[in-house]
C-alpha cells in the first residue's frame, strides 16, 4: 500500500448500530451500507451473526446481507463468534467475515460467553471452514488498552492473542480499543510492541472515542505507520457489553483530518457527510460527527 493512502473500514452498520434498543428496519440498513458505498467507502461491516437474544439488534444479518446493492470494488463484511454463525453467514452469501476476541478475560466471558482460549479453539474451526469457502477472515482483538471489568491489560496479552489471531490466517488484525481509554503514549507502545510479530500493514487499530481520544490516538497509530483505520459513521454505536462505551470515531471526522494531513482515502467528504446526517436523522439522534455538524452550518 503507497505511503500516502489509508484504507478506512466502515463500522458503523454493524458496530454502531448494534448498540441501539429501539429495532431499525433492515431497510434503513440497507440504504445506509448503500449511501456508504456510494460515498466511496470500499470496506463496510455490514452485520453480524452473532446470537439475537445477545444482541436483538443484528437479528436480521441475513435480510441486510441480501439486500444491499453490491458495489464493484466493495467488500462488505460481518462479524461472526461461532461455527453458527459463520453457517448462517455462508447462506447469506458472505464473503468476508471477522472473528472477534479480547486480550482480557473477563472482557471475553462477559462478550461471548468463553474464555479467550476457548474462543481461539472456536477460531479454528471457523478457519478451516473459511478458507474451504475462500471467505477472507480479520480478527479483532478487544480491550486492548484497558479493560471495564478488569481494568489494565498488559501489552504482552495484547500481542499473544493478537499474533495467535494472525498465525491462524487472519490477514489483518484490528486492535480495538473497546472503551476509549487509551492515550497516544499508550497507542504508539501499542503498535511497536504488535508490531514485532504482525508487518504493520496488516494492523489496524480501532479505537472508540468514550474519552474523546479518538483523533489523536489514531494519529499516533499514523505515526507510527499505521494505514488502516475502523470509523464509524456520525460516530454511532458503543458496544453492548462494555457499559459507558461510545461509538468509534467519527468516519467523517477521520476523512478530514486524512485529507487535510495529505492523505488519499477515495472518499467523497460531501457523500460521507450527507450519509451522516440522514442516519442520524433516521435514528433522531444528534450527529456524533464535529465534521459533519460544521459542515452542514457552512451549507
Ligand atoms: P452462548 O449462549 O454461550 O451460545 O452464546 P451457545 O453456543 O451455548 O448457544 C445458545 C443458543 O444460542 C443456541 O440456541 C444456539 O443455537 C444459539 P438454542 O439451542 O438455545 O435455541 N446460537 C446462535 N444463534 C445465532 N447465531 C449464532 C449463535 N450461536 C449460538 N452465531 C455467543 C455465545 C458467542 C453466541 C454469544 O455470546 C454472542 O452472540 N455474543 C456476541 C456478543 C456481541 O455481538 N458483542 C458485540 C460485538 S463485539 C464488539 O463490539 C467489539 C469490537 O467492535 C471490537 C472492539 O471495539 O473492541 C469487535
Ligand atoms: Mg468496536
Redo the contacts with the bound molecule.
Sequence with gaps: MSKQKVKIVE?GPR?GL?NETAIISSQTKIDLINRLADAGLAHIEAA????????PQ?ADAEQVMRGYTAKAGVSYSA?V??L??LE?AIEAGVQEIAV?TAASEAFCQK????SVAQSLKRFTDIMALASDRQIKVRG?V??VLGCPYQGEVSLAQVSDVSSTLYEMGCYEISL?D?IGVGTADKVEQLIRNCQKTIPLEDLAV?F?DSYGQGLVNIYAALSQGIRTVDTSISGLGG???ANGATGNVATEDVVYMLHGLGYETDIDLNKLVAAGHWISDQLQRINGSKTGLAMNKRR
Excluded: A, E
Excluded at 453480524?48 to 444482541?55: I, K, N, Q, T, Y
Excluded at 462478550?111 to 468463553?114: E, H, K, L, S, T
Design positions: 463500522v458496530d448494534q453480524s451473526f452473532v446470537s439475537p437474544r445477545w444482541v443484528m462479524l463468534p461461532n453458527k454463525g448462517n472477534f462478550n461471548i460467553n468463553c479483532y478487544s480491550t480495538g473497546t480501532h472508540h458496544c453492548p457489553y
